[in-house]
């Protein structure tokens, strides 16, 4: 989006950007630019979809498609406020697969479908962070008392007992006269500036920040300062080109000046997680032959025309279904249901049919290139009966924060809770699966 920002910009139009990573007052520019200017462009991220009145917009454009159908409505929510004007909303897709997701994504919209609220599952970490905080914030807490604060909720139950056992065990927590109070190691780990990190339960990654004398400008990933360049490191940050001064690595911040030329911009975000499994869904229908009742452009229409074509193997309307290309020996299972499906399918019939260690899509899974359709059904009969979470590797743990405070085995039940969906896997094993073979 820096990039847009900056070719806009190159071109005469007034732009402003607005994303996470922009210092607070440079997103407020581009917020009094919604209130007060005219003819003017915003780029922005998510940053500027929720809580903030933006006043008249004419049109959103949105470069490929969000992940779900609430955040499109509260995308175009933001046009046709003015009296006389409609809502609008123009979707530039980049590629074959943006168009399927986008085309999926209207025809949810179009069925009245809008994902419901769901609080994450077995949040552990969270009821960490709580005694921890509590005990932060009343110096001490009484060691029987401590889950009254809750008022019976039942995170705070029975099942937080090993959590406290842990905390205790681990030196998170200090025990005295029957009080429980913050210990050397919440303080060793959480302490830094007077417990901010405790205090909210994102987890940020490691940025640098960027100043102009002064005035802070924004954040940028630290692989950006650290690559072999030749000549000036040139960085892209609210729209304009900055020449690295001077980077304080203890400290975290680059120093840098107005340039010109064109910079690089770059951060390591922390990724959506894959598509649901009405969406994918979606997308199947779509290639089946379903198609949104929006105008589409002359290109779109063909494109999704040879998408259909090119499909014809591995779409089906009554299940799932094998696809094996005997040409590269590449066994698929087209099951169109999602990454959080497929990541339980996977883990749950791993055993011996599913390639070992391999990344899992959204739409289909690989399979062994020797299983055979007998074997298929053998390992599968009872699959509905025996679903499994997810496997997470220890690595992944870093991203759930204060993961530290529970036990290993509670954070890795946390995480693969949080990847599973075994509505959507349970649906795919219901169905009827086809094979069909690609014969070179």
Not at 4 to 28: C, K, P, T
Not at 166 to 192: K, N
Not at 220 to 237: V, Y
């Amino acid at each position: 989006m820096e990039e847009l920002g900056a070719e806009l910009n190159g071109r005469g139009v007034q732009v402003f950007l607005s994303h996470a990573s922009l210092s607070a007052d440079e997103r407020r520019r581009s917020e009094h630019a919604f209130a007060d200017s005219r003819d003017c462009v915003i780029v922005a991220t998510s940053t500027l979809e929720l809580g903030i009145d933006v006043g008249d917009l004419d049109r959103v454009i949105h470069v490929n498609a969000p992940h779900s159908v609430a955040s499109f409505l509260q995308r175009i929510g933001r046009t046709g406020r003015r009296p006389g004007s409609s809502r609008n909303c123009l979707f530039l897709a980049l590629g074959d697969e943006s168009l399927l997701h986008t085309a999926g994504l209207l025809l949810l919209w179009e069925r009245g479908f809008v994902e419901a609220v769901k609080p994450p599952p077995e949040p552990r970490h969270i009821v960490a962070q709580q005694i921890l905080a509590l005990c932060l914030q009343e110096h001490h807490v009484g060691d029987q008392t401590w889950r009254e604060w809750w008022n019976g909720l039942e995170l705070f139950g029975v099942s937080a007992l090993p959590i406290m056992r842990y905390l205790l065990s681990q030196g998170y927590l200090d025990s005295d006269g029957g009080m429980l109070f913050v210990g050397p190691e919440a303080e060793r780990r959480f302490g830094h500036r007077h417990f901010m990190e405790m205090t909210s339960v994102f987890t940020s990654a490691p940025e640098f920040t960027v100043l102009s004398g002064s005035k802070e400008i924004g954040r940028t990933d630290p692989a950006l300062l650290t690559e072999e360049i030749e000549g000036p490191r040139l960085l892209l940050l609210a729209g304009r080109t900055w020449r690295v001064t001077y980077i304080d690595w203890s400290r975290r911040r680059c120093f840098v000046d107005p340039a010109d030329g064109k910079g690089k911009a770059r951060w390591n975000g922390a990724g959506h997680g894959g598509l649901s499994f009405a969406l994918t869904r979606a997308m199947r229908d779509i290639l089946l032959g379903s198609d949104p009742t929006v105008r589409l452009s002359q290109r779109a229409v063909a494109q999704l025309a040879q998408l259909r074509e090119n499909a014809v193997e591995s779409v089906h309307p009554a299940g799932s279904v094998i696809t094996r290309d005997f040409r590269t020996g590449d066994v698929r299972w087209w099951t169109w249901a999602g990454f959080r499906a497929n990541m339980t399918l996977a883990a749950t019939l791993m055993e011996g049919i599913t390639v070992p260690g391999q990344r899992v899509e959204d739409t289909f899974i690989r399979l062994r290139n020797d299983l055979t359709v007998e074997e298929w059904k053998t390992r599968t009969t009872d699959a509905i009966n025996r679903l499994c979470l997810p496997d997470v590797h220890e690595k992944a743990l870093h991203g759930l924060k204060f993961s530290a405070a529970l036990p290993e085995r509670l954070a890795i039940a946390t995480l693969a809770a949080r990847l599973a969906d075994l509505d959507g896997a349970q649906a795919v094993l219901s169905e009827s699966t086809r094979w069909s073979v690609n014969v070179p």
